[in-house]
């Protein structure tokens, strides 16, 4: 078959073909460019925290009426309230492990600071910026760490000190991707200085994984940078992550506030004050699987619209040129020859609004990443995006091509 | 004439259903798209402060340390230290000024079984509540006096009232906060400046107001603490009147052209001042007002300009594709044309009929796109965001549906109209 008699076809309708040809460039440019964003955002959303997720909650809560932290003995009291909730929690029949906390992965309340290799260091500009997660020595069990070189914190390793304590951790472990920035060929030993201190402090383990508490992109530098101080922070105010035994979140999710009122009435403990770390990660990323799943729908209904088209304007065509049909019948084309000239036709066409396609969605893309934060597209997507319009095209002209190639051959000897 | 027109159009439509169908669907679903996502970013880019916006200004310094100040390519920072802010609100430059921050409150209700709660506190002067419009049910707000006294008073949003005193006029009564009794002596009527402008650069800026408002120098009293303290060293946050951190906001009222660039030199001559005694080391300052202040702060989320690009996007493309099928709908239609231009039909008169019918498609469209634009936006109610109870379709966008919907069809109904008032009537007369 050739083109040629198919192109000055398509010229006797140019208005049909250009709106065709423009819709599957649109339709290209805006679905390639709205998979890739829910692409990113799926990944975004997938990633592991490096927790043992599964049976994790946390407890938020303040005390009312306590001692500020500014008189002696304000932090030993302080402690006190804190030891005699862990020891209540600890008591819990369902409880497996419990630790107090300053924040975890995706909570969006953070410590963040510096380690540098040298003592004195401006604060802001140290080697690697880090998260810090004050703990004890459960911290590894109550949150699934793994352990890759190195020892964990034991009971003579925690301490505790005031939240406005500027003091400098004798030792702490760092995550993997930390220990690498600071110290490449082997940290455990090794000397950091935090925060531009002149202390020293040594890392004594490497823990596999663990994301910072910021979801912001303003993280997005050292999303994996974390230390771990076994430090009890002492405040008015305290967080305990607990591992439940398998399969009883719900019954320790319930129970706790009770326990907690039991030990010490005056506190605030409210809706939010207990959360299981299912919750804590749903409501991180809410904008992000909420965007993916509205870009997925509209990208659907988009691909939708746009086969509708194509069906209905070559449908039109079909019946248009029912009687040239039934001439090139007449004259011996065979049923799949016809078939074949409707989905040739439709291929040049799609042919031509995929190439603007592609230019639309580099350029949409090179909009997006001017405006927003936002990557290049990979060719990958483009490519994919436009074998999938061209399948599009045929599968939405199969239908009526067929009807066309169902035109008998007498209909040419019919006059109209 | 157009009564016969409508009549056609309606023929002709009734004529091939799923075409018909398609079409008004194509066009439904853009534009229920598009009004979704602009009803949520009109709502999410609002004017928190209708009437006042315009006048109130919101002065920005920079008191950072030399090191890597590049001049030119630095912005002021968003928050005042405690001297700076007390310093220019101590000028009185301005009619009307209002230092403030957002804090958090431990209520404790008076009844013994009453659990402790929190709510969010707005520490501010005297002339904050007045200056902004608040609504207030019973009392007033608090004088200037007790801002200098440190008189524990203070204002309570209508919810709190409710929760806290039945929803009697409480003024006169007390209210323990973190530990302390204060004397109310306002209760407001239904205030929540949406975004919440005093305090934006903490999230939860859309929700349902603040429930507690008192005097700075007596929150500071009985250490509240700002819920947004950005340190430039390190310091003791505790003691925030002294140290290196920034968690003001100074909101000055200034009523013309005339009072803005005069604030703007004493701004800029208070920090060329403060430079010359070697507390500051950058120059900069800033003067935008409330809406600018918003804009600079990018409180609308960048998801949301996405999604309405996104809709639009999807309506253009299914005006398009109205247009296509318009277009093949008129074309088949040439004899019919034919046979009207030759019994007298006028090219306009053609060209009217043919519009007329893009037109009906059009209304039909935007009445079922503003189904699906409810449905939409009944979906976004159910979604947990801080917004989410807002998103409702007013009448000003409800006329706007039709006006979009009227203009797509009509655009659309703009090509196949043309070449249907340009079928050449002798050939599709000698066809047949």
Redesign the interface.
């Known amino acids: 078959m050739t083109l040629h008699p198919m192109i000055a076809a398509l010229r006797k309708h140019k ?2 073909v250009v ?2 040809a ?2 599957i460039a ?2 290209l ?2 679905v390639c460019n ?1 998979i890739f ?1 829910i692409g990113q955002r799926v990944q975004r959303v997938n990633r592991p925290t490096g927790l043992d997720e599964s049976n994790l909650m946390l407890v938020t809560q ?1 005390w ?2 306590t001692p ?1 932290g ?1 008189q002696p003995g304000d932090v030993d009291k302080l402690d006190s309230l804190q030891q005699a909730d862990l020891a209540a929690l600890r008591n819990m029949p369902d409880v497996a492990s419990v630790s107090p906390v300053n924040s975890l992965p995706l909570l969006n309340s953070s410590w963040n600071g510096s380690a540098a290799l040298k003592p004195g260091t ?2 802001r500009s140290g080697n690697a910026r880090t998260t810090y997660y004050f703990s004890d020595d459960r911290m590894m069990a109550t949150l699934g760490l793994r352990l890759v070189a190195g020892r964990a914190f034991t009971a003579a390793d925690v301490q505790h000190r005031g939240f ?1 304590d ?1 003091s400098k951790p004798p030792v702490v472990m760092v995550t993997r991707a930390l220990a690498d920035k600071l110290y490449p060929q082997g940290a455990v030993g090794k000397v950091v200085y935090l925060d531009g201190a002149s202390t020293p402090t040594t890392i004594i383990g490497v823990v596999e994984r663990l994301q910072v508490p910021g979801t912001g992109s303003w993280t997005n530098s050292f999303t994996w940078n974390a230390t771990l101080v076994p430090t009890r922070l002492n405040a008015n105010f305290s967080r305990y992550a607990i591992r439940t035994k398998p399969g009883r979140l719900q019954a320790v999710m319930k129970a706790v506030t009770p326990v907690l009122y039991g030990v010490n009435p ?5 809706d939010d004050s207990v959360k299981s770390f299912a919750d804590i990660r749903a ?1 991180a990323y ?2 992000d699987v ?2 993916a799943v ?2 997925g729908v ?1 990208c659907l ?2 691909i939708g ?2 086969a ?2 194509i069906v ?2 070559t ?2 065509w079909v ?2 040129r029912h009687r040239q049909i039934g001439v090139r019948r007449a004259l011996g084309a065979r049923k799949v020859d016809i078939l074949h000239y409707f989905q040739t036709e439709n291929l040049l066409i799609a042919g031509i609004g995929a190439v603007i396609g592609v230019l639309l969605a580099i350029g949409l893309n090179l909009w ?1 990443m001017h405006h ?2 936002m990557d290049r597209l990979p060719v990958l997507y483009v490519i994919a995006g436009v074998a999938a319009v061209l399948v599009l095209g045929q599968a939405a002209v199969f239908a009526p091509a067929r009807r066309a190639s169902n035109v008998p051959p007498v209909v040419a000897t019919r006059s ?1 | 004439m157009f009564g016969y027109y409508l009549q056609l159009a309606w023929r002709s439509l009734g004529h091939n259903r799923v075409l018909t169908t398609l079409m008004v669907l194509a066009l439904a679903l853009g534009i229920g798209a598009c009004i979704t996502t602009l009803t949520v970013l009109r709502l999410l880019s609002g004017d928190p402060l209708p009437g006042r916006s315009a006048q109130l200004y919101y002065p920005q310094v920079d008191p950072y340390p030399k090191d890597g100040y590049v001049p030119g390519q630095s912005k002021p920072q968003e928050n005042l230290t405690w001297v700076d802010a007390n310093n220019l609100f101590e000028a009185h430059r301005a009619p009307r000024q209002a230092l403030v921050a957002l804090g958090s409150a431990k209520i404790q209700p008076h009844d013994a079984g009453g659990r402790p709660f929190f709510g969010d506190a707005v520490m501010a002067t005297a002339e904050f509540l007045p200056m902004v419009g608040a609504p207030f049910r019973y009392g007033s707000a608090w004088s200037a006096d007790d801002d200098t006294a440190g008189a524990r008073v203070v204002v309570i949003a209508d919810f709190l009232n409710q929760k806290l005193f039945g929803g009697a006029n409480s003024v006169g009564r007390t209210v323990r906060l973190n530990g302390n009794d204060f004397r109310v002596v306002g209760v407001l009527g239904h205030f929540s400046p949406q975004p919440r402008f005093y305090a934006i650069n903490i999230g939860r800026s859309y929700g349902d107001g603040d429930g507690v408002f008192l005097p700075l120098r007596a929150a500071r009293a009985t250490e509240m603490a700002p819920t947004n303290i950005s340190c430039w060293a390190a310091g003791d946050i505790e003691h925030l009147e002294t140290a290196p951190c920034m968690w003001l906001g100074l909101w000055v009222e200034l009523p013309d052209a005339a009072a803005v660039a005069n604030y703007q030199r004493f701004l800029d001559g208070y920090v060329r001042e403060q430079v010359a005694q070697g507390r500051f080391h950058r120059t900069d300052t800033a003067l935008p007002d409330l809406m600018q202040w918003l804009r600079n702060e990018q409180v609308v989320p960048d998801d949301a300009r996405l999604q309405a690009g996104l809709a639009f996007g999807f309506l253009l493309i299914c005006v398009t594709n109205t247009i296509g099928l318009l277009l093949a709908k008129c074309l088949r239609r040439s004899r019919e044309i034919g046979v009207r231009r030759a019994l007298g039909a006028t090219r306009g008169a053609i060209f009217g009929q043919f519009m007329v019918e893009a037109a009906i498609v059009g209304l039909a469209g935007g009445l079922l796109g503003l189904v699906f634009a409810e449905a939409g936006l009944w979906g976004i109610r159910h979604q947990p965001a801080e917004y989410a109870n807002l998103a409702r379709l007013d009448l000003s966008m409800f006329a706007f549906t039709f006006v979009v919907a009227l203009a797509s069809a009509l655009v659309a109904g703009l090509l196949p109209a043309w070449r249907a008032c340009v079928v050449a009537p002798a050939p599709q007369l000698k066809s047949s």
């Open positions: 208005a049909g709106l065709i423009l819709q649109l339709t440019a805006i709205a964003i303040q009312v009426g500020s500014d401006e604060l406005r500027q005056m506190r605030v403990l409210d409501e809410r904008a909420g965007m509205l870009m509209v209904i988009l619209v746009t509708a088209g209905g304007l449908s039109f019946g248009q997006l927003y934060e109209v």
